[in-house]
């Protein structure tokens, strides 16, 4: 899960580190009154979960509350990569001298959170990445933790000033305690600014949390904004299924991760495009079937469904009790292909019959035959 700028900020707060006081606000009218508030120039910035929001237009000063108003409005009216901008963040402005680049990230590859750091800041670290990537300073933080004076040799050659080097030390000796306790896979400070005044602030906060880690923080479910999630992310989450939307049209139901991801690699293989990742898990309430095919049915883009059962704990007859319950109560308007073999295949196969339903313990067939309909339905 991604929080916006304003949720990172106040999370960031909480550990000390620099931020400075803003508030997220939803109307024009809200923002002049934040900006009478502080009584400063105010940076008025899109709350959406994309980044360059700076270069879309989505991130400007306002140096009255009047003109605070009209940011707000014109940023409020914009759209970002395809997000409607529903909040602003309204938040004191800093004098900026330089901008650098500081993340921690996990490195899935390392099995290692990674510090990365660049003296090329305010732009995006990709685009820096590409154009000159020795201008990135990687670390990577191991079982032993991240000490101070580590922290400090990674800042000396790139600050001239002591005064900033400390505090820039401080500032990531912060984000690593922001990045374990909160179970984070990225926490991301992009500038980190320094000021003509010497001062070393977040003026930007990115933060991505482990999903897989919610369990443990009662918390995380207030911070999810709902208006940003779609609905079929919404109902996987709610029915506990693994669901990941890709850009095809064969929708594909499985069960099992592995299986999932062998189902994806063979539709790609006979020429089709998978329209998703998705994992029913071991379970075969029907209730999950449903909730899948609801998930599924959703995205405009699909031409046909596959299910692909491999019955092990999961009883085939469950999930084809699943099958026709769910079409019972809601028929589908495209072809449906099922691909069913392991415990109780017979009974599951007597079940879909009698209601029409072929039924094939080939997945080599149950793919190709799922493309074939796609491309009838294409046609
Ligand atoms: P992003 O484009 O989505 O990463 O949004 P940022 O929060 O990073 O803002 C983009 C750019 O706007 C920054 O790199 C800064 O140059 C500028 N900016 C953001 N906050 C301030 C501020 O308080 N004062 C000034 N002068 N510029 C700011
Ligand atoms: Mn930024």
């Known amino acids: 899960m991604n929080l916006h700028e304003y949720q990172a900020k106040e999370l960031f707060a909480r550990y000390g580190l620099p931020v400075l006081p803003g508030q997220m606000v939803t109307t024009p009218e809200e923002a002049r009154d934040v900006a009478a508030s502080f009584g400063s120039t105010v940076v008025i910035k899109a709350q959406v979960l994309v980044g360059g929001r700076g270069k879309a237009g989505g991130v400007k000063l306002a140096h009255t509350p009047e003109e605070a108003f009209e940011k707000a409005r014109d940023i409020l009216a914009l759209t970002i990569k395809g997000l409607a901008v529903r909040k602003v963040l309204v938040a004191q402005a800093a004098d900026i001298s330089r901008e650098l680049y500081l993340s921690i990230i996990l490195d899935r590859a390392a099995k290692r959170p990674l510090i990365m750091l660049s003296a ?15 201008k990135i300073v990687r670390r990577h933080i191991g079982l032993e933790g991240l000490r101070t004076y580590q922290a400090r040799a990674l800042f000396q050659p790139l600050l001239e000033d002591p005064k900033w080097v400390s505090q820039a ?25 320094i000021t003509p005044q010497g001062r070393v ?9 482990d999903d897989n880690a919610e369990f443990r923080h009662r918390e995380w479910d207030t911070w999810r904004d709902r208006d940003e999630e779609t609905r079929g992310a919404r109902l996987a989450r709610e029915f506990g299924l693994s669901y990941v939307k890709l ?28 329209a998703n990742f998705l994992d029913i898990g071991g379970s075969s309430n029907p209730e999950k079937v449903t909730a899948a095919l609801k998930i599924i049915t959703g995205d405009s883009h699909v031409r046909a469904i596959l299910f692909n059962i491999f019955g092990g704990i999961t009883r085939c007859d469950d999930v084809a009790r699943g099958i026709v319950q769910s079409l019972e109560a809601s028929p589908l308007e495209v072809p449906l292909v099922i691909r069913l073999t392991g415990t109780n295949e017979d009974l599951a196969r007597k079940i879909l019959s009698e209601k029409g339903l072929a039924v094939t313990t080939s997945m080599d067939e149950g793919v190709r035959t799922v493309i074939a309909r796609a491309q009838e339905v294409a046609a």
């Not at 912060?174 to 992009?190: P, Q």
Request: with cysteine; aromatic share 4%; proline share 4%.
């Open 120 to 134: 090329e800041g305010g732009v995006e670290i990709e685009e820096v990445a590409k154009q000159s990537p020795e």
């Open 169 to 193: 030390t401080e500032i990531l000796m912060k984000l690593w305690t922001v990045f374990r306790e909160n179970d984070c896979t990225l926490a991301e400070i992009n500038p980190l600014a």
């Open 201 to 209: 602030l977040a003026l930007d906060a990115k933060v991505i949390l």
């Open 247 to 274: 850009d095809g049209d064969i929708g594909c139901v499985v069960n099992g991760a592995g299986l999932a991801m062998a189902t994806m690699d063979l539709v790609k293989h006979y020429g089709g495009e998978p």
